[in-house]
């Protein structure tokens, strides 16, 4: 019985494989990072129009989780080259979400649950 033979997968180089690491948390960070910005007047306009923001609430806070690693991950790659607009947008972003964690930490552990009515 004749073994065939398969060719190996094409191998990719390093810099490409870190580029596109780079690309791809890039555009992690900008995208989570723009809709999280996006969500909050559209919070803004639900509230005022009676609309339910539960939806809004819940994917904003999954763009923030994905925008933090994101950041921090497009830094990692980036680390040793220049300081560019896209370092400092991912510096930025990966601050103010993890401010923005810290401060829902805050909220949810400093609760008084003791004014809500018993059933």
Known sequence: MEHS?????????RSK??????????RMFVAAGLYALACIPAIFIFESLGWRETFLHLSQFIAVLTCLPGGCLFLWATRGTRFDFHRGLAAVASIFCGVWLVWLVYVVLSLDFSTLENP
Do not use: F
Request: no cysteine; aromatic share 0%; net charge neutral.
């Open 5 to 13: 033979q398969s060719t190996p997968p094409p191998s990719i180089d």
């Open 17 to 26: 494989q870190e580029s596109i690491t780079i690309r791809a948390a890039r």
